[in-house]
Structures are given as C-alpha cells and as structure tokens.
C-alpha cells in the first residue's frame, strides 16, 4: 500500500483563520508534509472576533501553548460567560456562564430541583447556584480543579484576546515549525481538466503555487470554494436578520471584567470585550431597519473612552456553505459561512473545521465517502448553532421596534421549535452528539429570557424535598465562600504575565 498523505498543502489566506490551521497542520505533520501559506498584507482581515468560549483551551493544549505566554502574546482577559442586557425586555438582564450549575457535577437535574423549591416557597435566584456567574459578578476569577468534590470542577472560562496578535502569535508558531508563507495575492485558479480538481494558483506577481490539498482561508468572499468550485451558499437572513456591523477599539477604562458584554438595542445588539491594553466594542444591526449613521450613533454613544481607531463597516449574510469541502479543497473559518458573533463562536468554528479535519483528513486520492461525512456533520454543528443563535432573538418580550416584533413573531427552524417545545413542557435539554452548547447554556438563555417550563422533570419527586434543599442551599453557600476567596480578576492577570516575563 502506498504513501497517502497529499504532499504539499496550500492554505490560501491568513488571519486567524488561516494561521490557526497553519499551526495545527504544523503540529501534526509539518515533518512529514510541504505546507505553504499564501496572504497579501494588502488584504484586510475582519478581525472583530475577540471572544471565544471554553473549547479553545482545548486547541491551544493540543498546540502545547503555555497559558501566560500565550496570554501575555495576544493581550488576553478571562471571559466567565456573557452579560446579556435589554434582551427579553429593556431593563432587564440575565448571564449566560460556562461551566455547570451547582457545587458538583450534576447540571442535569439542578435547574429542576430549582423549579420545584421555587414553586414550593422562597429560592435563591438560580444564577447563585453557578461559580462562574458569582465569580464574574465579583470580578474575581480562578482555574478549574480536575478534583469533583471541588466547586472549582463546574468552573469554566475561555478567553478575550486580540485577534489579530493571535494570529501573528500562531504565525511565529507555524513559521518555527517549517511552514512556509508566501506574499501575494490570488491572481488565477487553474483547474485539472480531467476531473476539475485544483491543480495550482497564480499570483497577480506571476508566481504559481502547485498543491494536492487546497485550503481556503480567504473569507466571505469565498476565492476558491465559491468562486471558484461553486459549492453554493443557504442564506439564514430569515432567522437572523442582522446584516451589518461596525467595530471600533477605544482606550480601557477601569478594571478588566472577566466576562463579554451584549446589550441590545431597537434593531440588533452591541458587544463590549474588554482586553488588557483595550477595549473591544462593535454594534451588530439590521439594515432593513437602522441606518449605517444610527448604527454608528449607537455604538460611539456606548464607547467607555476614546476611539483608537477608525470604526470598520462590515457587511455580511448569516448562513453556511451547501460544501464545505469540494473536490481537493476546504474551506474554514468565514469562507465556509458566518454566524453572527452573539454566542463568541466564530473563532470556535475556525477551531472546529480544524479538529474535523484532523478527523477526516485525506489520503491522496480524496475519497467521496471521507468529504461527504464531513460535509454532514460540519453542517449539523453550524445548523445547531444557528438555533441556539435564534432562541436569544426569538425568546424576547420586547416589542417596541419592527425589528423586534419580527424576530419575536418569525417562524423557526422545526428543530428549534421541538427543542423550545420540550422545555415548556418538562424543562428538559435533549443532549446531542455535536452540540456545541451545554444544558447549562441552554437553560441560562431559556430561563434568562423567561422562558420557563411548565413542569418539572417527574423523576426529581422521587427525592426528598427537605434533602434536597438542603443540599442545594449548601451548594450555594460553597460556591459563594469559594468565589470570595479567588483572586481579582486583575490580579490573577498581573500574576500570570510576571511568569510569562520571568520565562521570557
């Protein structure tokens, strides 16, 4: 049996995109494998895509990265979950956290002891039952423990970093580990004849890269998975009808908090992520129903210092790739579709693609089979995404804009609406193998948004109610003593960047 490893791979752009699959080729198979990047400086990068959730720990481990260092390189703050302000109504706000529900691993069950002590009498409010959102309320934060028996076992966080020194981080990464970049831009796609594959790009500099294996990095516009193999794109405007964002950093005022902000407003939302030498801030919106002067209006009335840079007007279309993969080419990152950054997952589905690719990586001779499973399950996790996306527009009481009674009135997706159905009726959250979210996201944004279930799951009668509450309240006593005793937020930053300086 001979070599099926493709010999040389091109990855065609940069960014995050493109230097975080460069460095998790590198990782695994730059020994064995000719890898080549090609990016223009020319082109500009989005690069509003600052927040990240909990499974990019998991890539940076699988690259070996060191955490200060990592965090020291790419001006990183700890993120606990995500604020959500005016979303159900105006006034109101609830907190989406990572990690799990209760002193011990037992999210399935804790928001349905919750409901029944609740209906019984007097409850705390469910949020002080997760350590990750009395942590972040605190502006205090901490490391999981692998110890169950810890509060700190149901802790989880992920990262602000910017995006854009991340990738030069992971440029340096990919560089030290035989990865080649090439300056240009795409000039020509030349196709095999003989069954349409990708044979070779030219650059408008005359120079030609061969390849086996295509990589697309490019972004919305797609270069060589839609312009030029025509893999087709669903457009999800009808669901998420935000088509428009402005991003702009301003100078950091006050402490680091270690959690993202969402606030909304008449026709979308604005984010505000704090780093450690800036802030982060943008506004999302729909353009059938605010202004680009509005927008702009909105998102510099909201700045908590003065802009550092110009605002950068983005227009995009929510919705994924028919193809991910076609023929000898891939494409990750926002050439295989865009979700709106509401949830943090655009830096999640980069990693995605990446890790599924690892999973269904091709021999030489690319066989159907290995593209089509990818193909299937890349599109259950964006389409899971999307629904998740979905419920925060949908689950809404607000209905003072025509935005707002669009998103509060429209027709969902069936399976959103059977997930939406099963937790009115028994508050439950069906687990599903390549579902991104946890229970606990789930039921932070139903409960958040007041969406609550018109039962709960029968089997929690089974237990004593006195034990039961007991329990509870004693979980929620450890996890508000465990959360006072974790360093400030700025302190655990100012401690981690000392090491990372006496490594460096």
């Given at each position: 049996?001979?070599a099926?490893?493709?010999?040389?791979i091109l990855?065609v752009?940069?960014?995050?995109?493109?230097?975080?699959?460069?460095?998790?080729?590198?990782?695994?198979?730059?020994?064995?494998?000719?890898?080549?990047?090609?990016?223009?400086?020319?082109?500009?990068?989005?690069?509003v895509?600052?927040?990240?959730?909990p499974p990019?720990?998991?890539?940076?481990?699988?690259?070996?990265?060191?955490?200060?260092?990592?965090?020291?390189e790419?001006?990183?703050?700890?993120?606990l979950g995500?604020?959500?302000?005016?979303?159900t109504?105006?006034?109101h706000?609830?907190?989406?956290?990572?990690?799990l529900?209760?002193?011990?691993?037992?999210?399935?069950?804790?928001?349905?002891?919750w409901?029944?002590?609740?209906?019984?009498?007097?409850?705390?409010p469910?949020?002080?039952f997760?350590?990750?959102?009395?942590?972040?309320?605190?502006?205090?934060?901490?490391?999981?423990?692998?110890?169950?028996?810890?509060?700190?076992?149901?802790?989880g966080s992920?990262?602000?970093?910017?995006?854009?020194?991340?990738?030069?981080?992971?440029?340096?990464?990919?560089?030290?580990?035989?990865?080649t970049r090439?300056e240009g831009?795409?000039?020509?796609?030349?196709?095999?004849?003989?069954?349409?594959?990708?044979?070779?790009?030219t650059?408008?500099?005359g120079?030609?890269?061969?390849?086996?294996?295509?990589?697309?990095?490019?972004?919305?516009?797609?270069?060589?998975?839609?312009?030029?193999?025509?893999?087709?794109?669903?457009?999800?405007t009808?669901?998420?009808?935000?088509?428009?964002?402005?991003?702009?950093?301003?100078?950091?005022?006050?402490?680091?908090?270690?959690?993202?902000?969402?606030?909304?407003?008449?026709?979308?939302?604005?984010?505000?992520?704090p780093?450690?030498h800036r802030?982060?801030?943008?506004v999302v919106?729909?353009?059938?129903?605010?202004?680009d002067?509005?927008?702009?209006?909105?998102?510099?009335?909201?700045l908590?210092?003065?802009?550092?840079?110009?605002?950068?007007?983005?227009?995009?279309?929510t919705?994924?790739?028919?193809?991910?993969?076609?023929?000898?080419?891939?494409?990750?990152?926002l050439?295989?579709?865009?979700?709106?950054?509401l949830?943090?997952?655009?830096?999640h589905?980069?990693?995605?693609?990446?890790?599924?690719?690892?999973?269904?990586?091709?021999?030489?001779?690319?066989?159907?089979?290995?593209?089509?499973?990818?193909?299937?399950l890349?599109?259950?996790?964006?389409e899971?995404?999307?629904?998740?996306?979905i419920?925060?527009?949908?689950?809404?009481?607000?209905?003072?804009?025509?935005?707002w009674?669009?998103?509060?009135?429209?027709?969902?997706?069936?399976?959103?609406?059977?997930?939406?159905?099963?937790?009115?009726?028994?508050?439950?959250?069906?687990?599903?193998?390549?579902d991104?979210?946890?229970?606990?996201?789930?039921?932070a944004?139903?409960m958040?948004?007041?969406?609550?279930?018109?039962?709960?799951?029968p089997?929690?009668?089974?237990h004593?109610?006195?034990?039961?509450q007991?329990?509870l309240?004693?979980?929620?006593?450890?996890?508000a003593?465990?959360?006072?005793?974790?360093?400030?937020?700025d302190?655990?930053?100012?401690?981690?960047?000392?090491r990372a300086?006496?490594?460096?």
């Amino acid at each position: 049996m001979s070599a099926q490893l493709p010999q040389k791979i091109l990855i065609v752009g940069g960014g995050t995109a493109g230097w975080m699959t460069a460095a998790a080729l590198a990782r695994m198979m730059a020994h064995r494998v000719e890898i080549t990047l090609v990016e223009s400086e020319a082109i500009g990068t989005v690069g509003v895509g600052e927040a990240t959730i909990p499974p990019i720990r998991s890539f940076n481990a699988m690259l070996g990265l060191d955490e200060a260092e990592f965090m020291a390189e790419t001006k990183a703050t700890y993120k606990l979950g995500i604020e959500f302000e005016n979303w159900t109504r105006e006034g109101h706000s609830y907190f989406h956290p990572f990690g799990l529900h209760g002193a011990s691993p037992d999210a399935r069950y804790i928001h349905h002891y919750w409901l029944k002590l609740k209906a019984l009498g007097d409850m705390p409010p469910l949020d002080d039952f997760s350590i990750c959102t009395v942590a972040a309320k605190m502006g205090r934060c901490g490391m999981p423990s692998a110890d169950p028996a810890s509060v700190m076992s149901t802790f989880g966080s992920a990262f602000h970093f910017d995006a854009g020194l991340y990738a030069a981080y992971l440029r340096r990464y990919a560089e030290a580990r035989r990865v080649t970049r090439v300056e240009g831009r795409v000039g020509h796609v030349a196709l095999r004849g003989e069954d349409g594959f990708i044979e070779s790009v030219t650059l408008e500099s005359g120079e030609r890269l061969d390849a086996d294996f295509f990589i697309d990095c490019s972004g919305f516009r797609g270069l060589l998975i839609e312009q030029t193999l025509g893999a087709g794109y669903d457009d999800w405007t009808r669901y998420l009808p935000c088509d428009r964002a402005i991003a702009v950093p301003c100078a950091r005022a006050g402490k680091m908090i270690p959690y993202t902000r969402s606030v909304a407003h008449r026709a979308g939302w604005r984010w505000r992520i704090p780093l450690q030498h800036r802030t982060g801030n943008g506004v999302v919106y729909a353009s059938a129903h605010m202004s680009d002067d509005e927008a702009l209006a909105t998102l510099m009335a909201g700045l908590d210092g003065d802009a550092l840079a110009e605002p950068n007007f983005l227009r995009f279309q929510t919705g994924v790739r028919r193809k991910f993969w076609v023929k000898n080419c891939l494409a990750i990152g926002l050439s295989s579709g865009f979700m709106e950054p509401l949830e943090s997952t655009s830096i999640h589905l980069i990693q995605a693609g990446i890790t599924k690719l690892l999973d269904f990586f091709p021999g030489a001779d690319f066989k159907a089979a290995n593209t089509e499973e990818y193909n299937r399950l890349a599109r259950i996790e964006f389409e899971e995404i999307r629904d998740f996306l979905i419920l925060h527009y949908k689950a809404t009481e607000r209905d003072d804009s025509a935005f707002w009674n669009y998103c509060r009135t429209m027709a969902v997706p069936e399976t959103l609406k059977r997930r939406v159905d099963l937790f009115r009726a028994y508050g439950r959250i069906p687990p599903r193998a390549y579902d991104l979210f946890t229970a606990t996201s789930w039921i932070a944004v139903f409960m958040g948004q007041d969406v609550m279930p018109e039962a709960y799951d029968p089997l929690v009668d089974a237990h004593d109610v006195a034990e039961v509450q007991a329990r509870l309240l004693g979980a929620r006593q450890r996890i508000a003593q465990t959360a006072q005793n974790l360093p400030a937020h700025d302190e655990l930053l100012t401690h981690l960047l000392a090491r990372a300086k006496r490594v460096a």
